[in-house]
């Protein structure tokens, strides 16, 4: 035993590592040689990338399902609009300071729909979604409920030309994709994230060998409202419109993503990142078939979740015995005592 | 010795059913502990209110001179108390490793190389070493049951409750269970052990406790207990080395 020796990389992981280097690479360089639409598209997917990470600690981890995140993805957004417009910050000081607020705000409601359990936390979750999207209605400055545009001098501000903007608005969004994955993934590997994983299999388990359950779930709910704000005040500096049914939309901002944590694979850090591949793909195929599209869409989620419940990853994975993110521990066992 | 453990009047019922009824019984520092009963008699459940998975509806517990009635079952096991559950808890997605992984680190409080050592010097006195890279929830109930006094001694508590871990094993491995819970004692940990396996329990234990309907009908030394009537009324008729 005294020769038994624990690790924590693996060679699949070292891969991926190089993989993972290359791609970001190119993905960095996108503006020197991708189109403006596929920048756009890119951008988009690396914010959906956030969102489901975001999402997946959250429900597959600290087994917070929330169906109301846009919430703080609209919160996020109107942040932007808000502060730029009469606080007259920059637009990324502001988006930064929106995930600030954000996190004081997730707080109190954190105190409130925590006392709920199951079915009827997510059902919590909406409801406060609903009291922002139709708050943030209210607020005529803002547009109201036909929302309103960034203002041309709030945009310029950014970078004087056009190209300048598309490309510092993709980097914001690659920047924040990698930083919310190396954070979840840095978190995870911490002694947090060894507690976090415990809670995710087993409460009851957890919380007897000293994991205080409540605080945990906590510090996760805040942090990933925080960084969902912050996501959500990128989305709508792409998209440099905002409206209330836009910036609080349960399809887009839960529905998607719960589709993309599901198929991926939920409560594993791949999970998000196969699932949003799959879903780009999917959506990019079957954009020009209206409505279908969605059907289709419930239709994969629907056979995934009955044949294989831990998702595309969870299947690979079994088969494979393959690990990205090192976070396991290996222990290498001395072979005379094995 | 000192009493580690009291429990006084405790009480708890579900609806009708009773699973404790004005409970009351000590244990000293460093001793060993046996707890006898049927079926459904509510030794889990008194585990459960010990630890803080379940709250009393009235009583009293103190644990090392504190009173912990009210203490989450988090700040209980971080007070010294540690506990298997008779149904299995696997963190199953996790390696059998990593699951005494989390008892080192947020039972015992331990870091790094230090918990990791404990990890895997609690793995290697229960057995379980060989199997450390395996998903708990592939193992075995035999092996789930392991791993649940692994992952508690993993948390260095100063009290062990052990709910039924002997059941089902062969000779030799209930006496290396044996064994192993000896040792664990001899190093000063203070014991309590709910087991249907009897010979198993009377090889540890310096005195028992039966509990029937959640009240607690008898208590002393083990021979004397058990040549009792309280007992051979419970158990007639069944088996005492099933
Ligand atoms: N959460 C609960 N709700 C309702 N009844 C329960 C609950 N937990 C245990 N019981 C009942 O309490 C009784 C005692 O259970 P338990 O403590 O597990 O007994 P033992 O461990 O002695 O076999 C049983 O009749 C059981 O069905
Ligand atoms: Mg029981």
Request: charged share 15%; proline share 3%; glycine share 10%.
């Amino acid at each position: 035993m005294s020769d038994s020796a624990v690790t924590r990389t693996t060679s699949a992981a070292r891969a991926a590592t190089i993989v993972a280097f290359v791609v970001l690479v190119a993905a960095a360089a996108a503006p020197w040689w991708a189109g403006r639409a596929d920048m756009r598209l890119m951008s988009e997917l690396y914010l959906y990338l956030s969102l489901a990470c975001l999402w997946n600690l959250m429900a597959g981890y600290a087994g917070l399902v929330s169906v109301g995140q846009q919430a703080f993805v609209g919160f996020g957004g109107y942040m932007l609009f808000a502060l730029t417009i009469f606080g007259g910050l920059h637009p990324i000081a502001a988006i930064v300071l929106a995930g600030l607020l954000a996190a004081c705000l997730s707080v109190p409601i954190a105190s409130l729909i925590f006392r709920l359990k199951g079915a009827y936390f997510a059902i919590g979750t909406w409801v406060v979604a609903e009291v922002f999207r139709l708050s943030f209605a209210q607020i005529s400055a803002l547009g109201g409920g036909s929302g309103s545009s960034l203002p041309v001098s709030v945009v310029k501000s950014l970078a004087a030309s056009r190209s300048g903007r598309e490309s510092l608005t993709y980097w914001l969004a690659l920047g924040a994709a990698i930083a919310v994955i190396l954070s979840v993934y840095l978190f995870l590997r911490s002694r947090k994230g060894l507690a976090l994983t415990a809670i995710r299999d087993s409460e009851l388990a957890a919380s007897g060998l000293g994991i205080d359950i409540w605080r945990a779930k906590l510090e996760v709910y805040v942090v990933t409202s925080a960084l969902t704000a912050i996501i959500g005040g990128l989305i709508f500096l792409q998209k440099l419109r905002i409206s209330p049914d836009a910036a609080f939309s349960v399809n887009d901002w839960t529905a998607f993503v719960i589709f993309i944590v599901v198929i991926g694979g939920i409560g594993t850090l791949e999970g998000p990142i196969i699932g949003t591949l799959i879903f780009f793909a999917l959506r990019e195929t079957l954009a020009d078939f209206g409505t279908i599209y969605l059907m289709i869409l419930g239709l994969v989620a629907i056979v995934i979740m009955l044949t294989t419940p831990k998702g595309v990853w969870g299947l690979i994975r079994d088969r494979l015995d393959l690990e990205l993110f090192p976070l396991a521990y290996r222990v290498q066992l001395d072979e005379t005592r094995k | 010795m000192s009493v580690l453990l009291s429990v006084t009047g405790l009480s708890k019922s579900f609806g009708a059913v009773v699973v404790a009824d004005d409970t009351n019984f000590d244990v000293r520092t460093g001793e060993a502990v046996g707890i006898l009963g049927p079926n459904g008699a509510g030794k889990t459940s008194l585990f459960h209110l010990i630890t803080g998975a379940l709250w009393p509806d009235t009583g009293r517990i103190e644990f090392a001179g504190r009173d912990i009635t009210t203490m989450s079952a988090a700040r209980r096991c971080n007070e010294g108390i540690a506990r298997s559950f008779q149904v299995p808890q696997p963190f199953g997605g996790m390696t059998v490793f990593e699951n005494a992984l989390v008892g080192a680190t947020h039972g015992a409080g331990l870091r790094g190389l230090a918990a990791e050592t404990h990890a895997l010097a609690v793995l290697n006195d229960t057995g379980l070493l060989s199997k450390s890279n395996i998903r708990a929830g592939s193992l075995t109930l035999l092996e789930r049951k392991r791993l649940e006094m692994a992952r508690a001694l993993a948390a260095r508590p100063r009290l062990l409750l052990l709910d039924e871990i002997a059941g089902g094993l062969t000779d030799a491995e209930c006496e290396m269970l044996i064994e192993t819970i000896k040792r664990v004692h001899a190093g000063g940990t203070t014991i309590i052990w709910i087991e249907h396996v009897v010979h198993a329990l009377l090889a540890v234990v310096q005195r028992l406790i039966v509990i029937d309907f959640g009240k607690k009908i008898a208590e002393g030394d083990p021979r004397t207990i058990m040549e009792s009537r309280e007992i051979k009324d419970i158990y007639l008729g069944m088996d005492p080395h099933a």
